[in-house]
């Protein structure tokens, strides 16, 4: 299977240390399947950092990946139990039982429902809904190094917003 990495570089070794605390998923290395929104991160991050390129890196991972004896979690959507580990996690209050975490993307448009689920504007069950009406992208975060020696770097590639 093919995962991507959107970023500034290309990212040849990927390190969990790196990553931005208060995330989705927590502190770790962030990849999609979906091509796309990788190249959506890169020129994101191209931006923020008012980089001269954006890079989506490509990796190849096993498919028996989740066979693999590491601590998984794995949710199929958007779904409570998804909502309240993104909030619990952009709160800084990271969950660290596990090398793998793979789940939606919680997006800029996407976090205006979270927010507003946050604040106690709408349940649970409302914001699920609302968010149902979006395309939503999938994400795999590695939380371990363990985890991390799973992806082989294939090759970089220079995208751009065109």
Do not use: C
């Given at each position: 299977?093919?995962l991507?990495?959107?970023?500034?570089?290309?990212?040849?070794?990927?390190?969990?240390?790196?990553?931005?605390?208060?995330t989705?998923?927590g502190?770790?290395?962030?990849?999609?399947?979906?091509?796309?929104?990788?190249?959506?991160?890169?020129?994101?991050?191209?931006?923020?950092?008012?980089?001269?390129?954006?890079?989506v890196s490509?990796?190849?991972?096993?498919?028996?990946?989740?066979?693999?004896?590491?601590?998984?979690?794995?949710?199929?959507?958007?779904?409570?139990?998804?909502?309240?580990?993104?909030?619990?996690?952009?709160?800084?209050?990271?969950d660290?039982?596990y090398?793998?975490?793979?789940?939606?993307?919680a997006?800029?448009?996407?976090?205006?429902?979270?927010?507003?689920?946050?604040?106690?504007?709408?349940?649970?069950?409302a914001?699920?809904?609302?968010?149902r009406?979006?395309?939503?992208?999938?994400?795999?975060?590695?939380?371990?190094?363990?985890?991390?020696?799973?992806?082989?770097?294939?090759?970089a590639?220079?995208?751009?917003?065109?």
């Amino acid at each position: 299977m093919k995962l991507y990495h959107g970023s500034t570089v290309a990212v040849r070794r990927p390190n969990v240390q790196k990553g931005r605390k208060a995330t989705d998923f927590g502190k770790g290395f962030y990849t999609t399947t979906s091509f796309e929104q990788a190249r959506k991160w890169a020129l994101l991050k191209m931006s923020r950092e008012q980089s001269a390129k954006a890079v989506v890196s490509v990796y190849e991972v096993p498919d028996d990946m989740l066979d693999s004896g590491l601590s998984v979690m794995r949710f199929e959507g958007a779904t409570k139990e998804w909502l309240d580990f993104v909030v619990s996690n952009r709160r800084g209050v990271e969950d660290d039982r596990y090398a793998l975490i793979m789940g939606p993307v919680a997006n800029d448009q996407l976090y205006a429902t979270i927010r507003l689920y946050e604040q106690g504007v709408v349940t649970a069950e409302a914001a699920i809904e609302m968010l149902r009406t979006h395309r939503l992208f999938d994400q795999l975060s590695f939380h371990t190094a363990e985890a991390a020696t799973l992806l082989k770097f294939m090759e970089a590639v220079e995208v751009s917003g065109e």
